[in-house]
């Protein structure tokens, strides 16, 4: 197993799918700007939500493997199916802090729910999957759980078309059904989902709790951090980008996902 550095200065290392989990990254940065990240696209092989069990366990392994080879301090899964998959068997297997992109999201709506009613979107893989569901009947015992796929929503924020009237008609059809069962919280499971956040927002009105993975993620980290006094005070934080191969409309796609330009992208071989 590799060696791991502990050292407050080492960068945190995230890994996804694709791109979609720069979401994540923006959140972090966001809260956490003076730490260093490196952040694993492993886009050869997107998506994983269409793979076995055991292959999203390798990739998610072989990944693990590498960032904890640059010396990372904490690993972040940004990846709803690799968090549902292979969380628990890395955790066992790596001396090393990882977490995943479901608790914390469960936690921050369990805390926020006065209806006891929660909403769940993701992709058809995710809400199959039953993560969300399961762990939020575990956290939160008495809570309705309403759980709904969206795939469409993917291909929206990927052409470019979040904030228009064909993304407000698609969501106003996926999220119809699940605003009348008194659902006042609702977890956005698609690291995809927060770029489209604001039309979400317009479907569902103030009076719903928006709860986006990469928010509760960067608490999540931040806290434990704090706990363990590895938090960084860095002036020169680094960023490194690492991917397995360059999809079509990178640069496009890359800033959307962060808000602004990928710099000091390195392409590798597939894992």
Same mark, same amino acid.
């Given at each position: ?10 960068? =945190?290392? =995230?890994?996804?799918?694709? @791109?979609?989990?720069?979401?994540? @990254?923006?959140? *972090? ?8 990240? @490196? ?16 292959? &999203?366990? !390798? ?8 960032? =904890?080879?640059?010396?990372? !301090? ?7 199916? $690799?968090?549902? &998959? ?14 995943? &992109? ?22 058809? $893989? ?27 929503? +993917? ?9 228009? $009237? +064909?993304?407000?008609? +698609? ?10 069962? #008194? *659902?006042?919280?609702?977890?956005? #499971?698609?690291?995809?989902? %927060? ?11 103030? !009076?719903?709790?928006? =709860? ?5 993620? $960067? ?50 071989? %597939?894992?």
């Amino acid at each position: 197993m590799a060696k791991i550095n502990k050292g407050s200065e080492a960068p =945190i290392g =995230i890994f996804d799918s694709g @791109l979609g989990g720069l979401t994540v @990254l923006q959140a *972090m940065v966001k809260l956490l700007p003076q730490e260093s990240y @490196l952040y694993f696209g492993d886009t050869a092989h997107v998506p994983y939500g269409s793979k076995s069990n055991e292959t &999203v366990l !390798k990739y998610a392994d072989q990944i693990t493997e590498f960032l =904890i080879r640059q010396k990372v !301090k904490l690993i972040v899964v940004a990846c709803n199916t $690799a968090s549902s &998959v292979a969380l628990t068997g890395l955790k066992k297997k790596y001396d090393i802090p990882i977490i995943g &992109v479901v608790e914390p999201a469960v936690r921050r709506a369990a805390e926020l729910t006065k209806s006891r009613t929660i909403g769940v979107i993701g992709t058809r $893989a995710t809400i199959r999957s039953g993560s969300y569901q399961n762990l939020i009947q575990r956290e939160l015992p008495e809570a309705r759980t309403i759980a709904k796929a969206c795939p469409l929503f +993917v291909s929206l924020v990927e052409e470019g078309w979040e904030n228009t $009237a +064909v993304a407000r008609e +698609v969501a106003g059809v996926y999220l119809s059904d699940i605003l009348k069962n #008194g *659902m006042d919280t609702l977890i956005l #499971g698609c690291t995809h989902y %927060p770029v489209l956040m604001p039309t979400i927002r317009e479907i569902v009105t103030d !009076k719903v709790n928006l =709860i986006s993975s990469g928010e509760a993620v $960067a608490q999540t980290v931040r806290d434990h951090l704090m706990k363990a006094d590895l938090l960084s005070d860095n002036r020169r934080p680094s960023e490194t980008f690492y991917i397995t191969d360059l999809p079509q409309l990178f640069d496009e796609l890359g800033s959307r996902f962060l808000g602004r330009r990928l710099e000091n992208v390195k392409y590798i071989q %597939p894992l």
